[in-house]
């Protein structure tokens, strides 16, 4: 048994009514776990993209990589290498604004992790933060003990860096 | 183009396709499509459940090598048919479903007899589909037949809205689609045949493993010839049955939990296995690290997601299995003189000949009496299937299939009622060969129903119940590991299966000997309608070899031990 670690894998799929629920219970029924998948269409309207995360030692990824490859509807599949793949997720943050003080504790934050103010009120302010999962972590950690009413994370989004693509 | 119904479309579709017959159950949201059905000249045969319906299919796929076509209706029609399409899908079946469905306007409402259909078997067809208009009729029906029967086969299902049947358009049956995500590799890569070939020249005691890949795949005469030229033994699973004489003098039988015992004492003995279209299940290879534990393992299948799924191989080859043994034997031929014997061909002979007469010593007539009957009477060509149980493993040991695709049994999903319908469609295909469905009467009661269809149909078979009056299997294990406690699993002699083939117009007759079985046997030949031939077997009676769950294939228990 190798050791467990995240891959994440670039699908292309037909763009059509049914297949992420095709995808999404082929992990359920071969009992691999999805830790992310995030889906939308690509540069050719037919054809989506699942980027999708999944935690497990070599020999299951190389069985969810083929049980994927044997669905019809699924075009192309790589594991995309860490080391020369961009990732990138977005979150939408609602934080709870108590005073003053946490309203400029906020802003402050903000602009350190490069991320934008989308919404405020009296009572809250909604962050919009871009980046790999561990920015938006260490952004939750930090925005922890102001009261954190809401999030809405993307999971994981992923290219690989230089010309080469996935095509069908 | 041609302007037609969805419903007209459909049948004009199966034509180009060559069905000549359909089983199935007509239902409310399929009406209009029975409505062209009625006179379109293709053979409709009406099941009397549909999962018998999808056995059918499934069958006459089997015995046939070419799809099995069933319809349902929506709703309590379709989910009938989910154990047929789950075994299809097991047993890599082409069966293609097509399924009634509510008008468009009415899905999702939970309309009178809806089912999500398409949702409920994506986990068990290869590929399925709900057609949204009449148009997408012609190129979807192509579609199904193109994706069930290539590659490794599987059951497809085609959900037809009641309101797309009717609908009018204009129908382009020339036009063509493109799959771009369903390319099945054919062809062996040359450096993988080129390193098994290596792996086999130098093996000393190699065992050719087949499973039912290589029926489907035609690959009979190639198994034959290399293993004839290179003296290596040939065990099968249980859907390898038949791929070559079981009578041939390499033939070790089945292997696994209750396969011969000469095969389970060799398999962990070779040091090349060579497996062929099958897939490491967990009823062929019992506890995985001590299958074939010295072995170096050369797989070929044309599934890439079966390598390594559950063995570790050494030499994968995803392709066809004909055209990889063809290439291997190429190459083994110019290189090694054709072997006329070697210490390993005698270990074989030694241990079939030790275990030949391993057989039940128990009272009255004994399951492996009929098996031999039945070998010695029905023809090489006669197709036999089984149901789930006893009754099929007494059928595996026992019965020597001599020709490929002549022996028909559930051996993925193990669907007790199988054996019945699937020889019902295995006689539609092969009316000239005579069926036989190996039976045992807890399954038998499954889908008894369907000797109606028999009868009004005209499809005579043969139905041998090896009766025991129990759910054999479950008490066989409640015997030996639940301390005799038959927990449910009486069936204390109901119904009569003799006045129960009387009440469907058919021959029932009981047997008390053997000699008795044979000459219902010879009389139920001769027959045009069906005969349920009921023999009386001890309750006691036992599946051995049985390799005890959770061990390896030496653990095995055998007769007398």
Known sequence: ?168 | MTRMSGSQALVESLKREKVKEIFGIPGGQILPLYDVIYDCGIRHILAHHEQCAAHMADGYARAKGSPGVCFATSGPGATNLVTGIATAYMDSSPVIAFTGQVSRVMIGKDAFQEADIVGITTPITKYNVQIQQASEIPVSVKMAFHIASTGRPGPVLVDLPRDVQIESDQMDFAASYDLRGYKPNIEPHPIQVKRAVEFLLQAERPIMLVGGGAIISNASQEVLRLAEFMLMPIGTTLMGKGIIPETHPLSIGMVGMHGKAEANKLIPESDVLLAVGMRFSDRTTCRLDQFCPDAKIIHIDVDSAEIGKNAKVDLPIVADARKTLTQILEQIVQKMAKREKSTWFDRVHTLKTQFQNNKSNGQGIKPYEIADELRRILSSNAIVTTEVGQNQMWAAQHYDALEPRTYITSGGLGTMGFGFPAALGAKVAKPDVPVVDIAGDGSFIMTEQDLATSFLEKIPVIVVILNNSMLGMVAQWQRFFYNRRYSASELKNVPDFVKLAEAYHVNGVRVGSVGEFSKALREALKSDVTTVIDVPISPDENVLPMVPAGMGLKDMMIVGE
């Open chain 1, 1 to 168: 048994m190798t050791e467990e670690q995240t891959y994440i894998i670039g699908t292309l799929v037909e763009h059509k009514p049914g297949v992420l629920f095709e995808v999404a219970n082929m992990f359920r029924r071969r009992g691999f776990n999805i830790e992310s998948i995030s889906v939308g269409v690509t540069e050719q309207k037919d054809l989506a993209r699942m980027t999708i995360t999944v935690n497990g030692d070599e020999r299951t990824i190389e069985q969810v990589v083929k049980q994927l490859n044997k669905l019809i509807n699924v075009i192309k599949v790589s594991i995309l290498d860490p080391n020369t793949t961009v990732t990138r997720e977005m979150a939408l943050i609602k934080i709870h604004v108590a005073d003053t003080k946490a309203r400029s504790d906020i802003i402050q934050y903000v602009d350190i992790f490069r991320s934008h103010i989308i919404d405020i009120s009296s009572d809250s302010v909604i962050v919009e933060i871009t980046g790999d999962s561990e920015k938006i972590d260490a952004f939750l950690d930090l925005a922890m003990p102001l009261g954190i009413k809401e999030v809405a994370r993307t999971g994981i989004t992923a290219l690989s860096r230089g010309g080469k693509a996935i095509k069908e």
